[in-house]
């Protein structure tokens, strides 16, 4: 079994750990959870730092609880927000979080009848039934509002971050997350609680619970917020947050993502979001070190990480639509790809609307480039592309500018790529 520290600790997982914590692991097999915000019906790769944790500590040979914060994802928490998020009902949690478990259950193993089996619980089923006056009967009164005033995620809304102030609400956050703990460790044996740092003074809100309540044991481990070198916003681009959900984010748009991250990020990202080991990993930077511009690191991390969260399936077609993008992609190639890969492909290039039905007669190339659309400016130069060997139709080149193209040209009977010089495309989609 793999000691859970100290793989966490070499591959830059671990920010900080309450004394006990090692000995325990060595110990005995223990439980642990995660809280997953379930404000969404996919995760994003955000989340995968933690889920990653839960990975590793299942491969150590200990059970993992990933908890939907089902209850608390009704209130929201304050750690690092400048203010409250939207409130959800119980329908579109529930389908939020059918949908959650089946992308962790790439990371996971739910279904096997090993002791280590994850688990996965959502919050709202304890918390429901929960009555308000009971709630701050028997929780309340065991954590002082000093010390729920003492946490950082609590001091930074009240001086003056946010206009808004912070509601009771989000205020009693750490005491819902601190009786989560109290359950899971009543009811499922559960001893550790993990998150991002941010999360440290909900976690030590739990720990004490569990003291002043049942005089009980538990801890808590943190791993670092995830930063990109240069200081900006991991997981963002600019149409937003990269999603495991393909309907999201493409297969394709995912495997860019990460082989477009910086050397410096890559060597971060691969001992984080992979499970390879440090050998695999030191012999990947002695590559890198030799020959960067083929990025090996950031072709192994985006391998690892696109088959992981889709397939290998789609990670093969993710590297032949790159393929086509980039480098040498034959006409075959580009008629493999099915509608999904091609609009996510072609994303941002120029595209223009041409009829079905005159290409059912044939059309030729210098009228459908120059008057149906206007990929050309005019016919003559497009004579002189031709000629100088730089227009493409579906990869082949175009040596005749009266060139026939019918309904057969069409890739997924509906489009036509058109490749002026060596970087601009133009997509044709017939209708």
Same mark, same amino acid.
């Given at each position: 079994m793999k000691n859970f520290i100290e793989e966490l600790r070499w591959r830059g997982m671990l920010h900080d750990f309450m004394p006990g914590v090692e000995e325990l692991l060595a110990k005995e097999q223990i439980s642990a959870y995660l809280g997953i915000?379930?404000?969404?019906?996919?995760?994003?790769? /955000?989340?995968?730092?933690?889920? *990653?944790?839960?990975?590793?500590?299942?491969?150590?040979g200990h059970r993992p609880i990933a908890l939907i914060g089902g209850a608390t994802g009704m209130i929201g928490d304050p750690s690092m927000k400048?203010?409250?998020?939207?409130?959800?009902?119980?329908?579109?949690?529930?389908?939020?979080?059918?949908?959650i478990k089946k992308q962790l259950a790439h990371f996971l193993d739910f279904d096997s009848d090993a002791p280590n089996a994850a688990v996965l619980v959502n919050n709202y089923d304890w918390m429901r039934e929960f009555s308000f006056l009971e709630f701050i009967r028997d929780i309340g009164k065991h954590i002082t509002v000093n010390y729920m005033m003492a946490k950082d995620s609590v001091k930074k809304r009240l001086? /003056?971050?946010?206009?808004?102030? *912070?509601?009771?609400?989000?205020?009693?956050?750490?005491?819902?997350q601190g009786y989560d703990f109290l359950h899971l460790y009543r009811h499922m044996g559960c001893k550790l609680?993990?998150?991002?740092?941010d999360q440290w003074g909900n976690i030590t809100t739990g720990t004490e619970l569990i003291r002043r309540k049942d005089g009980g044991e538990a801890y808590g481990l943190t791993c670092p917020l995830i930063t990109k070198a240069d200081g900006g916003k991991f997981g963002?681009?600019?149409?937003?947050?990269?999603?495991?959900?393909?309907k999201r984010t493409s297969p394709y748009a995912f495997y860019q993502f990460w082989l477009n991250v910086s050397d410096a990020d890559a060597a971060r990202y691969i001992r984080i979001f992979t499970t390879l080991s440090q050998e695999e990993i030191a012999a990947l930077e002695a590559e890198q070190a030799q020959a960067a511009h083929l990025r090996p690191l950031q072709r192994r991390l985006a391998e690892e990480i696109t088959v992981m969260v889709h397939s290998r399936e789609e990670y093969e077609a993710a590297v032949e639509a790159s393929n086509i993008l980039f480098g040498q992609g034959t006409k075959e190639q580009l008629q493999r790809l099915s509608k999904e890969m091609i609009l996510s492909v072609f994303e941002g290039?120029?595209?223009?609307?041409i009829t079905r039905n005159k290409l059912a007669e044939g059309i030729k190339i210098i009228d459908l480039l120059t008057e149906e659309t206007a990929v050309l400016p005019s016919k003559g130069e497009l004579r002189k592309l031709v000629?100088?060997?730089?227009?493409?139709?579906?990869?082949?080149?175009?040596?005749d500018h009266e060139l026939l193209i019918e309904r057969s040209d069409l890739i997924a009977d509906q489009y036509l790529l058109v490749q002026r010089g060596k970087k601009s495309y133009y997509l044709l989609i017939a209708e």
């Amino acid at each position: 079994m793999k000691n859970f520290i100290e793989e966490l600790r070499w591959r830059g997982m671990l920010h900080d750990f309450m004394p006990g914590v090692e000995e325990l692991l060595a110990k005995e097999q223990i439980s642990a959870y995660l809280g997953i915000d379930p404000t969404a019906d996919s995760l994003h790769i /955000g989340h995968l730092v933690g889920v *990653m944790m839960l990975r590793h500590l299942q491969l150590a040979g200990h059970r993992p609880i990933a908890l939907i914060g089902g209850a608390t994802g009704m209130i929201g928490d304050p750690s690092m927000k400048s203010s409250e998020r939207n409130l959800l009902d119980e329908q579109t949690l529930r389908h939020n979080q059918e949908c959650i478990k089946k992308q962790l259950a790439h990371f996971l193993d739910f279904d096997s009848d090993a002791p280590n089996a994850a688990v996965l619980v959502n919050n709202y089923d304890w918390m429901r039934e929960f009555s308000f006056l009971e709630f701050i009967r028997d929780i309340g009164k065991h954590i002082t509002v000093n010390y729920m005033m003492a946490k950082d995620s609590v001091k930074k809304r009240l001086n /003056g971050e946010s206009s808004e102030g *912070m509601s009771f609400t989000e205020f009693s956050y750490q005491l819902l997350q601190g009786y989560d703990f109290l359950h899971l460790y009543r009811h499922m044996g559960c001893k550790l609680q993990m998150g991002g740092s941010d999360q440290w003074g909900n976690i030590t809100t739990g720990t004490e619970l569990i003291r002043r309540k049942d005089g009980g044991e538990a801890y808590g481990l943190t791993c670092p917020l995830i930063t990109k070198a240069d200081g900006g916003k991991f997981g963002k681009t600019e149409s937003g947050n990269v999603w495991l959900d393909p309907k999201r984010t493409s297969p394709y748009a995912f495997y860019q993502f990460w082989l477009n991250v910086s050397d410096a990020d890559a060597a971060r990202y691969i001992r984080i979001f992979t499970t390879l080991s440090q050998e695999e990993i030191a012999a990947l930077e002695a590559e890198q070190a030799q020959a960067a511009h083929l990025r090996p690191l950031q072709r192994r991390l985006a391998e690892e990480i696109t088959v992981m969260v889709h397939s290998r399936e789609e990670y093969e077609a993710a590297v032949e639509a790159s393929n086509i993008l980039f480098g040498q992609g034959t006409k075959e190639q580009l008629q493999r790809l099915s509608k999904e890969m091609i609009l996510s492909v072609f994303e941002g290039v120029p595209q223009f609307t041409i009829t079905r039905n005159k290409l059912a007669e044939g059309i030729k190339i210098i009228d459908l480039l120059t008057e149906e659309t206007a990929v050309l400016p005019s016919k003559g130069e497009l004579r002189k592309l031709v000629q100088a060997g730089g227009l493409s139709i579906n990869k082949e080149k175009v040596s005749d500018h009266e060139l026939l193209i019918e309904r057969s040209d069409l890739i997924a009977d509906q489009y036509l790529l058109v490749q002026r010089g060596k970087k601009s495309y133009y997509l044709l989609i017939a209708e």
